[in-house]
Nanobody
Framework: QVQLVESGGGLVQPGGSLRLSCDAS????????IGWFRQAPGKEREGVSC????????TYADAVKGRFTVSRDNAKRMVYLQMNSLKPEDTAVYYC???????????????????WGQGTQVTVSS
């Protein structure tokens, strides 16, 4: 079964940092683009970042540009999201999924296989 398991979330003060990890299994992860999404209470799920299979193309939502960095290690079947200068509005459950590029839009959307996992909770609060 295609699985992507998120970890690394927690409680952090504004201005702090966290690194989220995404552990992939059940598919050839190195062939696919991976996306990070987040969903805050009472809000719609939104895209955070997308990273192509070779890391040649990387995109970020405007809200996180300059603060978040996505990376991947295909040999380890891992994708990471380094989050710095965290703000309270970053509080959400974060998910990683296999995605496809939305042509001409600079965004990505969930692919047709795999499913949303449990995500990992990030809480930014003083």
């Amino acid at each position: 079964q295609v699985q992507l398991v998120e970890s690394g979330g927690g409680l952090v003060q504004p201005g702090g940092s966290l690194r989220l990890s995404c552990d992939a299994s059940g598919f050839a992860m190195d062939y696919y683009t991976i996306g990070w999404f987040r969903q805050a209470p009472g809000k719609e799920r939104e895209g955070v970042s997308c990273i192509g299979r070779s890391s040649a193309l990387i995109t970020y939502a405007d809200a996180v540009k300059g603060r978040f960095t996505v990376s991947r290690d295909n040999a380890k079947r891992m994708v990471y999201l380094q989050m710095n200068s965290l703000k309270p509005e970053d509080t959400a459950v974060y998910y990683c999924v296999v995605v496809k590029w939305n042509t001409g839009q600079g965004t990505c959307s969930k692919a047709d296989f795999g499913s949303w996992g449990q995500g990992t909770q990030v809480t930014v609060s003083s």
